[in-house]
């Protein structure tokens, strides 16, 4: 389960570390950076040095802060703190020729294996270290090893923790937009759809799909169909590639702040709506005598739904 963990802010060590994401395994915590490319930047051997820096107190504080102890198996203990990076165009021939006959590069390829292990990933071959080393003996063997990376890889959306708008936005342009490309036929999708996709991992309220769905129509990614439904189509392609960029540039709220709020879909009624066909579908047709004997139960519920009733955000705030 994705867990939110940015930055590590080690108070011990006056240090702010970003790494791209974190690995841990209850007793190792692997600090990764990736780049594409093949070019040692400065920025670069800041970024390791940074994340060389931090202790194992202050990390060891940062995944407690991340509930690491209540949503996975592992206690949030460290033992070692190792660090990594990832170039996607880097291999053995580049590594030689940088250290042997390009001198910039080759200083730069130096203080870089101070800070980190240097790895290369190329895709239906292996990620496997290249240069400078890890503290771990373990990791050292298993990237000396390498990793075996398929050639097309699997492509998955997962919500963070947070579940912002935007991540929404991106994940569901990423599942039923992407599956439009490959159809002349739109493909449409409902509110309640999105919702069974990410169950029971998580339970993500109604209103805010709903809102995101009518922010993606808002910024041409999608057509809005009729109530809670919406349809993605080769039309969109161009919107729905570009999603990540266009929600750093235009949050979600940001967008519909300026639309009437009647203009967007009551989910709360549209959804009551959906509930009510689907059950005329599958037996509206009840006789009269089980109406006549669920009269009577109906004042003994009508209390205990009353006192339910919640609004369906506040179990997912945290």
Known sequence: MPIKFGEIHDTYAGVISEPDFVLYDGDTCLLVEVKSGNNIEERHIRQMRRCNELTIDGVEDELEAADVQEKTPYDGSVRTIDRCI???DIDKEWVGNCRNEWENCRERLEELEEEAAVLTQDFG???????????SGRLQ?????????PENPKEEFVLTENMD??????????????QSIGHEIPVMVNVNQIRDYFSPTFNVPPDRVNR??????????CDHVEDLTYEFSRDHISEMLQIMQTVRREPVEDVLEDVDEDHIPDEHQATLDMVSEEGIADGGDKDDTDEDDNDDEEGSHEEDSDGEEGNPDESNQG
């Open 86 to 88: 990832v170039y996607q």
């Open 125 to 135: 071959g292996k990620l496997r270290r290249v240069a400078g080393e890890f503290k």
């Open 141 to 149: 063997n298993r990237f000396d090893e390498g990793v075996e990376l």
């Open 165 to 178: 708008k935007e991540i929404l936005a991106i994940a569901i342009c990423g599942i039923w937009g992407e």
């Open 212 to 221: 995101v769905l009518y922010y993606l129509q808002e910024i041409g990614a």
